[in-house]
């Protein structure tokens, strides 16, 4: 079976730009969450979708948001990107909506320059 | 809030030996606790968990954790290290009714031949 895929693997974009992050999940599970992992850090939660509904946010500021598809694939924008938002991006997908057992993506690596 | 600390930035263990990775949180009840692991250009990969029961929980690839309430910590071992052990660390908490998990800052670990 497939893990979860991410696209594109690499990303590079200039401040000011706007960005969509896309995450396919493991077959049959519901649940996609977003990390962002700030080299030398360790990932910080950005979201949780569960059945299309937002269930969880980190704090991140409003240029981040995120939805769900029908299909529980989901996709992560930033607008007006900064410098900081350099990072590796990863989202996690589970089962359902307690999310004891996560499973990550390999990430994608975007570059603000 | 709930936080994790994972005091030692960098670890070099020799092939063979036994290898212990530090993990404390801060949480008033008892928190889900993993370790995860991330090789270069990797997401993470789940090795092992902690709900409730049985303090030495077994993992995958040889490692274990015991959880000790009293200290707060959740140490990671393993009886003898491989060459492809070699990567980064996490320690992370989930706090239950808030479903994100906080991960610490990540424990490199370089094997010696």
């Known amino acids: 079976d497939a893990g979860v895929t991410q696209s594109p693997t690499h990303l590079i974009k200039t401040r000011g730009q706007q960005v969509t992050l896309r995450c396919s999940p493991i077959s049959g599970h519901k649940s996609v969450s977003w990390y962002q992992q700030v080299l030398g850090q360790g990932p910080q939660f950005i979201f949780q979708y569960y059945e299309k509904e937002e269930r969880g946010r980190g704090n991140f500021p409003d240029r981040f948001s995120a939805r769900q598809f029908p299909n529980y694939s989901s996709e992560l924008n930033v607008n007006a990107l900064l410098l900081g938002d350099s990072a590796l991006y990863l989202c996690a997908s589970s089962s359902n909506a307690v999310i004891h057992e996560q499973y990550f993506g390999p990430g994608t690596r975007l570059t603000v320059t | 809030a709930q936080s994790v600390t994972q005091p030692d930035i960098h670890i070099t263990v020799s092939e063979g030996a036994s290898l212990e990775l530090r993990c404390n949180y801060s949480?008033?009840?008892?928190?889900?606790l993993f370790w995860y692991v991330q090789s270069p250009g990797q997401g993470l990969q789940l090795l092992l968990k902690y709900f409730s029961g049985d303090t030495l929980v077994q993992g995958i690839k040889g490692f274990e954790a015991e959880f000790k309430r009293s200290q707060s910590s959740f140490n990671l071992r393993k009886p003898s290290v491989h060459w492809s052990d070699a990567a980064e660390y996490f320690c992370?908490?989930?706090?239950?009714?808030?479903?994100?998990?906080?991960f610490g800052t990540g424990t490199r670990l370089l094997v010696s031949p």
């Open positions: 992370a908490v989930e706090n239950t009714g808030f479903q994100k998990l906080v």
């Open positions: 949480y008033g009840a008892t928190p889900y």
